[in-house]
């Protein structure tokens, strides 16, 4: 390969970095600019008064069998 071939695909990997750079941060801005407007996050749920709400309860795991 001759330098000046070297030097041209250097020169285009550099030119997609940037890209990919300035893709990514105006990917994050739209992410930060659209983020307000979505809803929080559900937080972990909570058992009050010993009500499921409804929600599926697994069965309780048998006590293991000790081995003699």
Request: charged fraction near 10%; proline fraction near 13%; glycine fraction near 14%.
């Given at each position: 390969?001759?330098?000046?071939?070297?030097?041209?695909?250097?020169k285009t990997v550099r030119q997609f970095a940037v890209a990919i750079a300035a893709c990514?941060?105006?990917a994050g801005?739209?992410?930060l600019?659209?983020?307000p407007d979505a809803p929080a996050p559900?937080?972990?749920s909570a058992v009050a008064d010993g009500q499921?709400?409804?929600w599926p309860?697994?069965?309780?795991?048998p006590a293991p069998v000790p081995v003699n």
């Open positions: 390969m001759s330098a000046a071939r070297i030097a041209g695909i250097r990514t941060a105006v801005g739209a992410a600019v659209a983020a559900a937080g972990p499921d709400n409804g309860v697994p069965p309780p795991s």
